[in-house]
C-alpha cells in the first residue's frame, strides 16, 4: 500500500521561499514516476515539477523554471524547493506518484497519477 503525506506549506511574503515534503511510504514495482501538482479556485490542477527515474528525467513547468526544484532524498522523501514565490504561486500543491511506463506526455498529466497526497496550502503575500 502506498501513502504520500505532505508536509512545509505556509505563508510567506514575495521573493521568499519555501520548501515543501513528500513523505513516500510504500512502494510498486516498476520505474517510479513522482512530482508535483497544483491547484486554485476555478483552474485545472496543474503540473509544477515531475521527476521519471526510468528515462532519468525531470521536467518543470515553464512558469516555475529556475525558481522551483524538485529533488528526491535517500529517505525517499521528496522535495520541492521554491524560491523567489510571487502571490500567483499561492496554490493547494499536491504530491503525486505511480510506478510502470509512461510517456513523457503522460508524466505531466494529473490524470496519469494513482496515488495522491492530501495537499499543503501555500500563500504568497505581496
Known amino acids: 500500500q502506498v501513502k504520500l503525506e505532505e508536509s512545509g506549506g505556509g505563508s510567506v511574503q514575495a521573493g521568499g521561499s519555501l520548501r515543501i515534503s513528500c513523505a513516500v511510504f510504500?512502494?510498486?514495482?516498476?520505474?517510479?514516476?513522482i512530482g508535483w501538482f497544483r491547484e486554485t479556485p476555478g483552474k485545472e490542477r496543474e503540473y509544477v515539477a515531475v521527476?521519471?527515474?526510468?528515462?532519468?528525467?525531470t521536467w518543470y513547468a515553464d512558469f516555475v523554471k529556475g525558481r522551483f526544484t524538485i529533488s528526491r532524498a535517500r529517505n525517499l522523501t521528496v522535495y520541492l524547493q521554491m524560491d523567489k514565490l510571487a502571490p500567483e504561486d499561492t496554490a493547494m500543491y499536491y504530491c503525486?506518484?505511480?510506478?510502470?511506463?509512461?510517456?513523457?506526455?503522460?508524466?505531466?498529466?494529473?490524470?496519469?497519477?494513482?496515488?495522491w497526497g492530501q495537499g499543503t496550502r501555500v500563500t504568497i503575500s505581496s
Open positions: 510504500g512502494s510498486v514495482f516498476g520505474s517510479e514516476c
Open positions: 521527476r521519471y527515474d526510468g528515462p532519468g528525467e
Open positions: 503525486a506518484a505511480d510506478w510502470g511506463t509512461m510517456t513523457a506526455e503522460q508524466a505531466l498529466q494529473s490524470g496519469a497519477f494513482f496515488y
